[in-house]
């Protein structure tokens, strides 16, 4: 007998491209204004909306990064700012992490600081995911914190304090950086530090405490925000929850 090998990085893209396919076809109708999300399965998602823009669908879009910003722009969906509408009917992004009641990490690509404003102003926020996504518990996956470049030493400090305060050890919060050593520089000018919990716990008391500390700008924890998920699995198939 011999065992099969799985490619899971193959697996996984077919996963993402399931998921952002399915979200286009079952939550863009004619004359929807949508969040558009980052990452890989966010920018599957792009690709399939624009085959349908292609097709006649009228749609305006919000990108939640200057990637996906360029990327729609290039595939010819109409682009509007957040701005100039009051409310996005719906926004589709992806996670790092999601757990069983829909909280996630988010910002594994710098860009969490847009995407929850794009999340938030927008009536429903539906979420694209391959399987590897879904956890039992938040945590393994880094919690991205944005903070502002002028204080990012001091405000790091804080960070760390504030952890402490919850029982979790020193030294978990580490400034994100590029290949070269440079630190890692977000669309809006900031620095990211990215913050190993291994098991987040008081996620809600977190998400609103982070945020208090002088220089953060925002935080990765999405809590009581996504209204449905989308899971693609490494047959090609997708399911919505
Ligand atoms: C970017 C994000 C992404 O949505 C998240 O990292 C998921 O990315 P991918 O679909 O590539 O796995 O939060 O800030």
Not at 65 to 83: K, Q, W
Not at 168 to 187: C, F, K, Q, S
Not at 209 to 214: A, D, M, R, Y
């Amino acid at each position: 007998m011999t065992t099969p090998t799985i490619d899971t990085r193959n697996d996984q893209d077919r996963a993402k491209l399931a998921a952002g396919r399915f979200a286009a076809d079952k939550y863009c109708f004619d004359g929807a204004r949508l969040g558009l999300g980052s990452g890989t399965t966010s920018h599957y998602f792009v690709r399939a909306l624009a085959e349908k823009v292609r097709d006649g669908l009228q749609v305006v879009g919000v990108p939640t990064s200057n990637g996906t910003r360029d990327l729609a722009l290039e595939l010819g969906i109409t682009l509007v700012d957040l701005d100039d509408i009051d409310q996005l009917d719906v926004c589709i992004d992806g996670p790092d992490e999601i757990d069983p009641d829909g909280s996630m990490i988010k910002g594994g690509g710098a860009c969490l600081l847009w995407e929850k404003l794009v999340a938030r102003t927008s009536a429903r926020m539906v979420v694209v995911a391959d399987h590897t996504k879904a956890v039992q518990t938040l945590g393994r996956f880094p919690l991205p914190v944005e903070i502002v470049q002028f204080s990012w030493g001091t405000t790091s400090k804080a960070v760390r304090a504030l952890l402490g305060e919850h029982g979790y050890p020193a030294d978990l919060a580490i400034v994100r950086r590029e290949r070269d050593g440079a630190p890692v520089v977000t669309d809006n000018g900031n620095f990211i530090i990215d913050v190993q919990l291994d098991t987040a716990r008081d996620v809600a008391e977190l998400t609103v405490q982070l945020n208090e500390i002088p220089g953060v700008v925002e935080n990765g924890f999405f809590v009581g925000i996504a209204d449905e998920v989308v899971f693609g699995w490494p047959d090609g198939s997708a399911q919505a929850y």
